[in-house]
């Protein structure tokens, strides 16, 4: 099991940033991709972007320039750098983590809580 704990979200400006964390606790040595998606008010959740454990990215398209994802597998950590947000990127953010059961050959999907981000117009 992997626990996904994020932190950083808040209420900021239009034009401001925010960057969020999430930390990755328990059985991490398998844990492969990690990222974010987010959910707007009455919408559906949505990829944000995603890095592998060799540091691959894929953004949504609509984020890229804007938004960067990072991570250190060190501290089994990934970052969200959000730059200029605009209020329809009003959203719960939510961690999540691929992880691979070395023992049984399958893989599992991970989520955190999620992280509440309000941008003011």
């Known amino acids: 099991q992997v626990q996904l704990v994020e932190s950083g979200g808040g209420l900021v400006q239009a034009g401001g940033s925010l960057r969020l964390s999430c930390v990755a606790s328990?059985?991490?040595?398998?844990?492969?991709?990690m990222g974010w998606y987010r959910q707007p008010p009455g919408e559906q959740r949505e990829l944000v972007a995603l890095i592998s454990s060799s540091f691959r990215t894929n953004y949504a398209d609509s984020l890229k320039g804007r938004f960067t994802i990072s991570r250190d597998n060190a501290k089994n950590t990934v970052y969200l750098q959000m730059d200029n947000l605009k209020p329809e990127d009003t959203a719960v953010y939510y961690c999540?983590?691929?992880?691979?059961?070395?023992?049984?050959?399958?893989?599992?999907?991970?989520w955190g809580r999620g992280t509440q981000v309000t941008v003011s117009s």
């Open positions: 999540y983590a691929e992880g691979f059961n070395v023992d049984f050959g399958y893989t599992s999907d991970y």
């Open positions: 328990g059985s991490t040595f398998g844990i492969r991709d």
